[in-house]
């Protein structure tokens, strides 16, 4: 079976300062990619980065950042100099290459920025 | 730029009505998706399709019916709208390709069944 974990109902962090929102999954198939979503209170679900089961390097989108462990079968984002408007929900996913596409998501953490 | 659009926002309906939700994307993906998200329990799915005429089982299909008839057009229905359907429903659309793509997403129709 296919899961994906977020531990953290709710994280806070100084703005300027990095945050680390945890992610694990677990699946069977040796091929598969790794997602991040933002959701702000406006409820649009918004692509951040993604990460290739076999990429050698952890993926990097301006200030998110992937930290993928494979043999930990964990994915965090780093999110670098928080801004105000990193304020959100965000969910961690994961597609198995044998599934057509099919995405498993967690529960979610939601962020808050504190000024 | 890529667009997915949805037809309400926000739906009220009473229990028993057949409600249909429609999802429209211009980008020519082949796959399409429909979650329902509620607080807690992340997103869920509901359907998908791989390509015009086909639709697969999600997670969580009970009470739910769809219809892909061209491409660009995936529709979610609720046959007899019940209380415990009240939700907020994302559509999503991705490509096929060498890897799974990002799923690009609409900005959800928040339905509510009294």
């Known amino acids: 079976a296919q899961k994906i974990t977020q531990t953290q109902p709710g994280m806070f962090v100084q703005e300027k300062e990095a945050v680390t929102l945890d992610c694990t999954y677990d699946?069977?198939?040796?091929?598969?990619?790794l997602f991040w979503y933002k959701q702000p209170s406006s409820g649009e679900m918004i692509f951040l980065i993604y990460q290739g089961s076999y990429d050698q390097q952890n993926a990097t989108e301006g200030r998110y950042s992937l930290n993928f462990q494979k043999a930990r079968k964990s994915a965090n984002l780093v999110i670098s100099a928080s801004q105000l408007g990193d304020s959100a929900m965000y969910f961690c996913a994961m597609s198995p290459a044998n599934t057509g596409n099919q995405f498993y998501f967690g529960t979610g953490t939601s962020l808050t920025v504190i000024p | 730029d890529v667009k997915v659009t949805q037809s309400s926002r926000y739906l009220v309906k009473r229990t028993g009505e057949k409600v249909f939700l429609e999802c429209v994307q211009d980008?020519?993906?082949?796959?399409m998706f429909w979650y329902r998200q509620d607080p807690g329990l992340g997103l869920r799915l509901i359907y998908f399709s791989y390509d015009v005429k086909m639709k697969e089982k999600g997670d969580i299909p009970e009470g739910y019916s769809v219809s892909r008839e061209k491409k660009e057009r995936f529709s979610l229905i609720l046959e007899s709208a019940s209380t415990n359907q009240t939700s907020m429903y994302l559509c999503?659309?991705?490509?096929?390709?060498?890897?799974?793509?990002?799923?690009?997403f609409g900005p959800g129709t928040r339905l509510t069944v009294t």
């Open positions: 699946t069977s198939d040796p091929s598969y990619g």
């Open positions: 980008m020519d993906h082949e796959n």
């Open positions: 999503a659309s991705s490509s096929t390709g060498p890897r799974n793509y990002e799923q690009y």
